[in-house]
Nanobody
């Protein structure tokens, strides 16, 4: 069955870095865009980044532009989110999700979601 599994979260100090991974199984990753989202306590889910199926388009929210980098390795069925210069406001549960419609803007354009990985940025 289709599965997306995030990993790589944890506790990091402000200014630090983490690399999240989204491991895909049960489908051919090449044909899908993958988005990264995050949700902080008491806040709505936010689209952070997305990479197209053909790897020729990427999206970043203004809040992470210049600090986060999304990439994909279809041979390893994995999408990555490299996060640098982390700030306390980046604290959230991070999710990856699959979209068959380019890099969709709305949550409903993503049909499968991972279970999430916690990122905490704190001293």
């Amino acid at each position: 069955q289709v599965q997306l599994v995030e990993s790589g979260g944890g506790l990091v100090q402000p200014g630090g870095s983490l690399r999240l991974s989204c491991a895909a199984s049960g489908f051919t990753l090449d044909y899908y865009a993958i988005g990264w989202f995050r949700q902080a306590p008491g806040k709505e889910r936010e689209r952070v980044s997305c990479i197209s199926s053909s790897d020729d388009y990427t999206y970043y929210a203004d809040s992470v532009k210049g600090r986060f980098t999304i990439s994909r390795d279809n041979a390893k069925n994995t999408v990555y989110l490299e996060m640098n210069s982390l700030k306390p406001v980046d604290t959230a549960v991070y999710y990856c999700a699959r979209s068959a419609v380019f890099c969709g803007i709305a949550d409903r354009e993503y049909d499968y979601w991972g279970q999430g990985t916690q990122v905490t940025v704190s001293l």
